[in-house]
């Protein structure tokens, strides 16, 4: 069965250090992957999703890049973090059109 | 792009209690999802629906693609069932709605 693990589940960093979140996917080939973002309260946002390794599309300027190295291994990443970019961050994952989007456990980011 | 709206926002009920929540959507989609956010932010899949109902349950869903919305019904709600409730629509990505808070008391 597919498993999608991420890590790590809360981080607490200052302002101007570096970020990477990492996501990597079990039991599935070629799968879609994504990362959200979501705000205290909020809805979610779709930040980078990748069709294939090296491939990388951005929703939203902003502070982070993405990073697909390996099929299923996602690393969302920030050369120095802002304060507004503290949020919940969650990984997802899809193949074609059968079965929806299973999402990661999620990662609770606080910039201080 | 596409707009995903839920209705009600914020919803109490008395555990036992039946409710209906409510996902409209601006355009024509490949599909639908229902999730269930946790508490500890896990989001749960419920359904993955392009049309028709589906039941899984005490939970169950209605999409009616034609005319643009999706139900999701909750029957003999308990405690547990508390949590935010997300509609989300497909097309080449997952665009959400903002969510229906359930609070069910015992």
């Known amino acids: 069965s597919q498993t999608i693990h991420q890590w790590p589940a809360t981080l607490v960093q200052p302002v101007g250090s570096p970020l990477s979140l990492e996501c990597t996917v079990e039991?599935?080939?070629?799968?879609?992957l994504y990362w959200y973002r979501q705000a205290a309260g909020r809805g979610l946002q779709l930040l980078f999703y990748s069709v294939g390794i090296g491939q990388i599309s951005s929703e939203v300027p902003q502070n982070l890049s993405a990073s697909r190295p390996q099929d299923r291994q996602f690393i969302l990443s920030s050369k120095k973090l802002l304060l507004s970019d503290s949020g919940f961050y969650l990984c997802a994952w899809s193949v074609g059109d059968l079965h929806g989007y299973t999402f990661g456990s999620g990662t609770r980011l606080t910039v201080v | 792009g596409i707009q995903v709206e839920q209705s009600p926002p914020d919803l109490i009920l008395q555990e036992g209690a039946n409710s209906t929540l409510r996902c409209n959507f601006s355009d024509s989609v490949n599909n639908l999802q229902w999730f269930h956010q946790n508490p500890w932010g896990q989001l749960i899949n419920l359904f993955y629906?392009?049309?028709g109902t589906k039941q899984n349950g005490r939970l169950s869903a209605t999409t009616v693609a034609t005319e643009r919305y999706s139900l999701l019904y909750i029957s003999s709600s308990q405690t547990t069932d508390s949590g935010v409730y997300f509609c989300a629509v497909v097309d080449y990505k997952l665009s959400f709605g903002a969510g229906t808070t359930v609070t069910v008391r015992a």
């Open positions: 629906i392009p049309s």
């Open positions: 039991g599935t080939s070629n799968p879609n």
